[in-house]
């Protein structure tokens, strides 16, 4: 299941506010705050520098490439997604609540962190060498197959919770991307409110009873 882990801080702090020994974690929030403040990842390692305050070669020492660096913002993307979804869990001693509840979790992190949210699902993500990337993506996936496969009763590797996992994870990907891109503004004067009644409609399926 979800589990919080505190390796990492899942808060987003002020580059400056960083001293250059911690020079990586320096440039990786000068990172998202760029691509927050921008919504774009079309930023250069020279502009972070600057922002931070070293050298060019001094984060190349870090990361190696752009690319390097875009990696390692996703993967702190997922972490973060884990950990929230971990806290709606938790927050919930019904465990078919708490499922639920960790994908209306899901869509908020979109809806806050939307170039975030683009990065992290990307092609290029996808694609990415990036080891602690995928680590980090495969953690978010295996919370909500291990969840779901508490709600059902039932083994992570039955085929009924791999499917229900996939399923579940459309739904709430699918709405992400559908609010982020502005697809259903004509359709609701509220979005918590549309939000909530996809999921108590989805429920309503008998999607999270054991069969």
Do not use: C
Not at 1 to 12: A, G, L, Y
Not at 38 to 60: C, D, H, K, M, W
Request: hydrophobic share 40%.
């Amino acid at each position: 299941m979800w589990t919080v882990s505190t390796s990492k801080s899942s808060k987003t702090e002020t580059p400056g506010h960083y001293h250059h020994g911690n020079l990586r974690r320096a440039l990786l929030e000068a990172g998202l705050e760029r691509l927050e403040s921008t919504q774009n990842p079309e930023f250069s390692l020279r502009e972070l520098t600057r922002i931070v305050g070293v050298s060019v070669n001094a984060a190349y020492r870090h990361f190696a490439s752009k690319e390097a660096l875009l990696a390692a913002m996703a993967a702190e993307g997922f972490h973060r997604l884990v950990v929230e979804q971990a806290h709606a869990v938790q927050a919930h001693p019904d465990k078919g609540e708490g499922f639920a509840e960790a994908g209306r979790a899901y869509v908020n992190f979109a809806r806050r962190h939307p170039a975030l949210f683009r990065l992290m699902f990307s092609r290029f993500a996808a694609t990415s060498p990036d080891r602690e990337m995928h680590a980090s993506a495969q953690l978010a996936y295996s919370g909500m197959l291990h969840s779901l496969a508490a709600v059902l009763d039932k083994p992570a590797d039955d085929p009924e919770v791999k499917v229900g996992a996939i399923q579940a994870w459309s739904l709430v990907h699918g709405l992400s991307q559908l609010i982020i891109d502005g697809q259903v503004d004509s359709h609701t004067d509220n979005v918590d409110t549309l939000i909530d009644e996809v999921f108590k409609a989805k429920l309503e399926t008998g999607f999270l009873q054991k069969q």
